[in-house]
């Protein structure tokens, strides 16, 4: 099941400038790795490591710190994970973008990202594996839709065999999909300790952080929020 | 089924007090049913009309003559019968004067096939028709039975008066709320030699105005009346007290639109109206929103990503926090309440201190604000960065083994 597009329309801003910008720097950085993958060598890894999220060097007060926890969410391990990470952005992060404002959007979608790396740190403490990627901070856009606007509508492409159909869904039982999809091996992680190539608990740690969306919201979202009317 | 399923809708719908409702659909099933007893039973009750009533008891009794109810209730309507036969005339009147003119014509109808003779009740008819020349007809008659009849011999001498005079009757016409005939009788004046220039000038302004008026109501269907003036006050009144968020006071006027009028057009429009007033009515109050709250609310959002990002920068030990770094938390949270104030909340007092009435805001202490508010945001975290960066060159991160 994949996420193509939202198809409600927005109420304040005709153009997700900082959307579009987000993509437009992870796709920047992301070719500035290729180039730097090209250099051949511990390069590319020294990148990742040197400016990912490495629990270990976290809770021992090494490397980059906060601002790795910022870096990581630009970075990318490859071209599929760019470009979901990216989708989901586009599908998501367009009308919560229109509920904050652009630069409100932008403070979010770092701070979702924080928070993900602050429970991704807690939940696999002594793992040393870097863990890079926007997921985190995606995840936290797809919870700030789900609690504005739970009835949207999202077309999706499902694949029955090798038939597509693009049904539109809502909003409310696709990202509760994706995310319950992430708590049995977040959980399994964190029993037997398994290495994943994924960073389920940075999925979950931005789906909760995505709480903080109240922070944001422009006033007039925040007061036809709070009168359970549409936004 | 599908008949008890059409009944208890139609009962629903008569508790609800849905009572034209519930009888069309009394009506119509029992055209499909003439047998059914419940159905007559509840006819009995919903019809607007006594003889109606009487017809749907007498059926009631014809499918089931025990039910002993509903002979008492039938004695009961016949000796009423009895009694409103002297008063007929007198309860069509009241019909018409208050809107229900499909009534009064049945009941005067009904009169005059009793008492062909009745002076009184043509007199009433010639006030119910529309045409005018089927009101000066009735009148004739009414004078031929009654040559006394000082009111209809009036009415008679108006009429026919105005139909010398087309403009005249046009304005009569206009007057009634006949438009139709009216804009025929300004087109016929228009058009005859015999009229005046005057005239045919005054027939064509308002023989515009007719039509401007005519294209305003087209939803009326042609030969009906426009809406009577107080059912149509009553709608606008409705509006007005909608506007001013006077629930109660607007359901009253939009109730009174759907009982009074006998358009069916101003009827569906009020019920429309009258079910959202219900729903604003039962509305919860809307919960405002304080300024302060609203600037203490978007404060907060800088000051939580400096926070998170700082937790990581020590290591998820709170303890370890540079002091620096953490005083700086209060830097980012005072530049964000500045910077939010100053843009997001000029209504509030605070704001108005600073910076007077939104109408008249001091531009240059604006920008100062806006300046000092988001540099106390930003050198925090600039501070983060640069002692991060100096943790970063005097990193080595240790990569995994190949």
């Known amino acids: 099941m994949f996420p193509l597009n939202d198809t ?140 504005l606007y739970p009835g949207g509508r999202i077309r999706t492409l499902i694949l029955l065999g090798f038939i597509p159909v693009f049904p539109k869904i809502r909003a409310f039982w696709l990202i509760l999909y994706f995310f319950a999809l992430q708590i049995l091996p977040a959980f399994h992680t964190l029993f037997t300790q398994e290495r994943y190539h994924v960073a389920h608990w940075a999925h979950m740690g931005g789906f909760i952080g995505s709480l903080c969306i109240f922070f944001f919201l422009r006033p007039e979202v925040f007061h036809r929020y709070r009168n359970e009317m549409l936004l | 089924m599908i008949a008890a399923n059409q009944l208890n809708i139609a009962i ?75 008063d007929s005339v007198a309860a069509a009147q009241d019909h018409a004067v208050n809107g229900r003119r499909q009534h009064a014509y049945a009941l005067l109808q009904q009169q005059l096939q009793k008492t062909p003779d009745d002076a009184d009740a043509w007199f009433a008819f010639s006030q119910l028709v529309e045409d005018v020349d089927d009101q000066i007809i009735a009148l004739q008659y009414v004078m031929t039975l009654n040559p006394t009849h000082a009111r209809a ?8 008066l105005a139909r010398e005079d087309m403009i005249g009757l046009g304005r009569a016409y206009e007057i009634m709320g006949d438009l139709d005939h009216a804009i025929k009788a300004y087109q016929l004046a228009y058009r005859l030699s015999t009229t005046s220039a005057i005239d045919r000038t005054i027939a064509r302004k308002r023989l515009e105005i007719a039509k401007k008026y005519r ?10 009346n426009l809406p009577e003036l107080e059912h149509n006050q009553m709608l606008a009144r409705g509006r007005d007290h909608e506007e001013q968020e006077e629930w109660d006071k607007a359901i009253i006027a939009y109730k009174t639109a759907v009982t009074m009028s006998t358009s069916m057009t101003i009827q569906k429009i009020a019920q429309k109206r009258l079910t959202t007033a219900q729903i604003e009515q039962n509305l919860p109050p809307i919960k405002l929103v304080s300024p302060t709250l609203t600037a203490v609310r978007l404060s907060l959002g800088p000051f939580i990503l ?36 100053v843009t997001m909340v000029p209504h509030h007092t605070l704001t108005q201190k600073l910076l007077g009435e939104p109408d008249h805001i001091n531009s240059f202490t604006r920008a100062l604000l806006n300046i000092l508010g988001s540099l106390l945001i930003v050198l925090p975290f600039l501070l983060l960065f640069l002692s991060t960066l100096t943790r970063l060159t005097a990193f080595t991160p240790q990569l995994p083994a190949p």
């Open chain 1, 8 to 147: 409600e329309p927005n109420r304040y801003i005709r153009f997700p400038f900082m959307v579009m910008a987000i993509i437009l720097v992870n796709v920047l950085v992301f070719g500035m790795e290729i180039v730097v993958m090209y250099q051949g060598g511990d390069a590319f890894l020294n990148l990742i490591y040197r400016f990912g999220i490495v629990p270990a060097d976290i809770w021992a007060g090494r490397g980059g710190g906060g601002l790795t926890a910022v870096t990581q969410m630009f970075l990318h391990a490859g071209f599929l994970h760019l470009f979901g990470n990216m989708l989901g952005l586009w599908v998501y992060g367009r009308r919560v973008e229109d509920a904050c404002g652009p630069w409100r959007f932008l403070l979010f979608y770092l701070s979702a990202g924080a928070f993900a790396a602050i429970v991704y740190t807690v939940a696999r403490a002594h793992s040393t594996i870097t863990s890079i990627g926007a997921s985190g901070a995606i995840y936290g856009v797809m919870g700030a839709y789900l609690i």
């Open chain 2, 12 to 86: 629903d719908a008569a508790k609800k007090g849905q009572r034209d409702e519930a009888r069309e659909i009394l009506l119509a099933l029992v055209e499909e049913e003439p047998q059914h007893e419940l159905a007559w039973l509840w006819l009995s009750d919903l019809m607007p009309d006594l003889e109606n009533r009487i017809i749907a008891l007498e059926n009631v009794l014809t499918l089931n003559p025990h039910r002993t109810k509903a002979r008492q209730r039938l004695t009961q309507l016949y000796q009423q019968q009895t009694s409103l036969n002297t």
């Open chain 2, 153 to 160: 011999q009036y009415r008679l001498t108006q009429l026919q």
């Open chain 2, 306 to 341: 400096y926070n998170f990002l700082l937790f990581l920068h020590a290591g998820l030990h709170p303890w370890h926090i540079p002091p620096l770094l953490a005083l700086s938390n209060l830097s980012v949270l005072v530049g964000s309440l500045i910077w939010v104030i």
């Open chain 2, 215 to 224: 294209r305003l109501h087209r939803h009326v269907p042609h030969g009906m």
